[in-house]
């Protein structure tokens, strides 16, 4: 059973800092391409950031690039999302997803960041 366990999200100020984590396991994560998407009040899931199983491609949205920097430790089974200079914008609920031959999906955590 796969289990992706988001933790790290909370309630900053603007400019501030948050870093996600993103514990996966139930599967070969180092095989395994992984992103992050958030979720806005009303809104659609939208892509964030993603590192391929090798980490050699990273991708990010356009309103994060330059602030967002994703990683991974293929020896923690873990991905990371090192959130700079956060904006009121950035708040959603941010979403782990693991890519192998299916998608997998944690169940959120929480960004609130206040102007």
Same mark, same amino acid.
């Given at each position: ?7 790290? $999200?909370?309630?900053? #100020? =603007?400019? +501030?800092?948050? @870093?996600?984590?993103? !514990? ?6 180092? *095989?395994?391409?992984? $992103?992050?998407?958030? #979720? =806005?009040? +009303?809104?659609? @899931?939208?892509?964030? !950031? ?6 050699? *491609? ?16 293929? !020896? ?40």
């Amino acid at each position: 059973q796969v289990q992706l366990v988001e933790s790290g $999200g909370g309630l900053v #100020q =603007a400019g +501030g800092s948050l @870093r996600l984590s993103c !514990a996966a396991s139930g599967l070969t994560f180092s *095989s395994a391409d992984m $992103g992050w998407y958030r #979720q =806005a009040p +009303g809104k659609e @899931r939208d892509f964030v !950031a993603r590192i391929t199983w090798s980490g050699g *491609s990273i991708s990010y949205t356009d309103s994060v690039k330059g602030r967002f920097t994703i990683s991974r430790d293929n !020896a923690k089974n873990t991905v990371y999302l090192q959130m700079n200079s956060l904006k009121p914008e950035d708040t959603a609920i941010y979403f782990c997803n693991a890519r192998t031959f299916q998608n997998y999906w944690g169940q959120g955590t929480q960004v609130t960041v206040s102007s």
